[in-house]
């Protein structure tokens, strides 16, 4: 027995600190709000301020019709006749002030969504390269975006009702306690029974709303889908299937859609009746408290009203519920975001890398991307300034990976990387990024013009550096034959243009930044001969004078290379130049050469 009373008193200590946590929880996130509301503190404090005449003034209608009600209606008096002009009267000022009120929560509100989405953009594009590989584009614009809009949308409105809603609530109070304290107490019953099934709820639907979260982020992610991957869709025929893949999820959708309303659903009709039953009783025992003369039937009618004009915004709560526990989650989603620091920082002391003169290292490298499943394993490597490094081996056997870690798109687990003999990590992002450019195999374009696209590479390039990289990336001819030239549209992620143009403008752009590290990372593979050959001569123009990093899987990028360095596996097996390499008897180069490389070349 004194077990199970024991467990019993655990128990109902659990649930009271876990009530506890979850408003201090709430409490902290409305705190954290504070400093996108600070700077439009006035504006919001005024439109609070205005909650009290405008809860206030509802109770003095009710309050009017006692004397209204007493003196004309049953006294057949007009002594009280201005009453009804008194009530437009106080229904115009009432009006008035919630038109302005809701003009500043407007207006304070998206003030602050935008604030924090400019906070939440920023915060993506500190993001670490692995936070993308991760993360669905659904997600990332649901979690960054449509967040940050729930939790904007009903903040200030929330507590602009429950403010309106409090003062409004204690001065019908007020004037049901003047009209008749016995008629209150029975009313004030009746209300804390109705308030009851709200007790329980939050924590029965906080589980269904986050995964309505998820479900949204990837709806979001299928119409993403479509839209960048249209082509293959058609060229497959997987209209049916993206189909059928949506559709599941808008069914997994409505499933926690009627989850939640299962749950909450039966809020409101239980209240309703519990209040129904409250303004009966009501009715019931003021019809004998007027017959033994407590109250006036004026009072009565004021009492009634009031106590409607109460219970009319708690009836309406049970469908509310569900949108302000949305706004909670959101605001919670919302600053785990804002509050979470990205893997790949600068150190407190971090030093500006100026240029680069003697070259890159590395040393006892080891890296993973998840868990112990090792990619890259004991590297040793030293890239020389002004020479020429190709990066060759079977398909996911570590190349990309290599050369990633340079800009630090990743951080490695051991061992060092060093420039000139800093380590990587001891030198600034940005510095370090300025002394590198990259042409992947697939290059990123803006939506814009040609002209914004390039000046990426330096974004105060005069006319005649612009001009010379364009010829030296072989794209003269190309931006001539454009009606508008530098300033013709490219389309979204330069959906107007070829593989090979696309290429070109990428190359470009690493002429204007004319960073001495170059890393070519399989620039031309996803191009036809023809493209090739041009992309390659724009190529050629890029590394003349740098230090060069190339993967590539054709003989042509990499024959004239000074140093090819063979991978697999995670591991370097065989170091040397082109004639080296294919005469080494059994050497894993001299495989790919017969079995990869000529049969590309021959193609």
């Avoid at 029975?186 to 995964?211: D, Q, W, Y």
């Avoid at 360095?565 to 065989?574: C, L, T």
Wanted: proline share 2%; with cysteine.
């Amino acid at each position: 027995m004194l077990n199970y009373s024991k467990r019993l008193f655990d128990n109902s200590m659990i649930k009271v600190i876990k009530k506890k946590i979850i408003n201090t929880v709430m409490y902290k996130n409305y705190r954290k709000m504070w400093k996108f509301i600070k700077p439009y503190k006035w504006a919001a404090i005024i439109s609070l301020i205005m909650s009290v005449p405008i809860g206030a003034l509802e109770a003095g209608v009710a309050y009017l019709l006692k004397p209204f009600m007493d003196t004309v209606l049953v006294e057949k008096s007009v002594s009280a006749s201005y009453i009804p002009i008194v009530i437009i009267g106080i229904t115009i000022i009432q009006s008035i002030l919630m038109f302005v009120s809701t003009f500043l929560n407007a207006y304070v509100g998206e003030k602050i969504s935008i604030n924090i989405k400019s906070q939440m953009f920023k915060k993506l594009l500190n993001r670490e390269q692995a936070f993308f590989d991760n993360s669905s584009s659904g997600d990332i614009i649901f979690n960054f975006n449509n967040n940050v809009d729930n939790a904007c949308s009903g903040l200030l409105q929330n507590i602009k009702t429950f403010s309106v809603r409090l003062c409004s609530s204690i001065a019908l109070i007020v004037v049901l306690f003047v009209n008749s304290w016995r008629l209150s107490i029975l009313a004030l019953i009746a209300l804390f029974l109705a308030m009851v099934p709200l007790t329980n709820v939050r924590k029965k639907i906080t589980e269904a709303t986050k995964g309505i979260f998820a479900s949204r982020g990837l709806i979001l992610t299928h119409f993403n889908q479509v839209f960048h991957g249209n082509k293959i869709i058609q060229t497959y025929n997987l209209k049916k299937s993206t189909q059928k893949d949506f559709e599941k999820t808008l069914n997994d959708f409505f499933k926690l859609k009627i989850k939640i309303t299962k749950r909450t659903g039966a809020i409101s009709p239980v209240m309703n009746i519990l209040v129904a039953c409250g303004i009966a009783g009501v009715i019931w025992y003021g019809g004998s408290l007027i017959e033994q003369g407590h109250i006036t039937p004026g009072s009565f009618v004021s009492f009634t009203v009031s106590l409607m004009m109460l219970y009319t915004p708690i009836k309406k709560i049970g469908k509310l519920f569900g949108s302000v526990q949305l706004s909670f989650i959101a605001m919670e989603r919302m600053f785990k975001i804002l509050e979470q620091k990205s893997a790949i920082n600068d150190s407190s002391d971090a030093k500006v890398l100026k240029t680069v003169n003697q070259g890159i290292e590395f040393k006892d490298v080891n890296f993973r991307y998840v868990g112990n499943r090792p990619v890259l394993k004991n590297i040793n490597l030293k890239i020389d300034m002004g020479k020429t490094f190709a990066f060759v081996g079977n398909s996911g056997g570590g190349k990309s990976t290599l050369v990633n870690l340079i800009p630090r798109f990743y951080d490695i687990q051991e061992g060092s990387i060093t420039i000139d003999g800093n380590d990587i990590r001891d030198l600034t992002m940005n510095s370090l990024r300025d002394n590198i450019s990259v042409v992947f195999q697939n290059n990123f374009l803006f939506s814009g013009t040609l002209r914004k696209n390039l000046l990426v590479g330096k974004p105060k390039a005069t006319e005649a550096e612009l001009m010379h990289a364009i010829k030296s990336a072989c794209l003269e001819d190309f931006v001539t034959s454009l009606p508008k030239g530098l300033d013709t549209q490219i389309g979204e992620m330069g959906s107007l243009l070829s593989g090979g143009q696309k290429q070109r403008i990428a190359i470009a752009r690493a002429f204007l930044k004319d960073a001495p590290i170059v890393i070519l990372d399989e620039a031309t593979s996803a191009l036809d001969n023809k493209s090739e050959k041009v992309v390659q001569q724009a190529i050629e123009n890029l590394i003349k004078n740098k230090t060069v990093l190339i993967i590539a899987h054709r003989l042509s990028t990499i024959r004239h290379a000074d140093k090819i360095i063979v991978i697999d596996n995670g591991e370097i097996v065989e170091k040397g130049n082109h004639n080296y390499l294919i005469n080494k008897e059994n050497g894993v180069y001299r495989s790919l050469y017969k079995t990869h490389f000529v049969d590309n070349n021959n193609k």
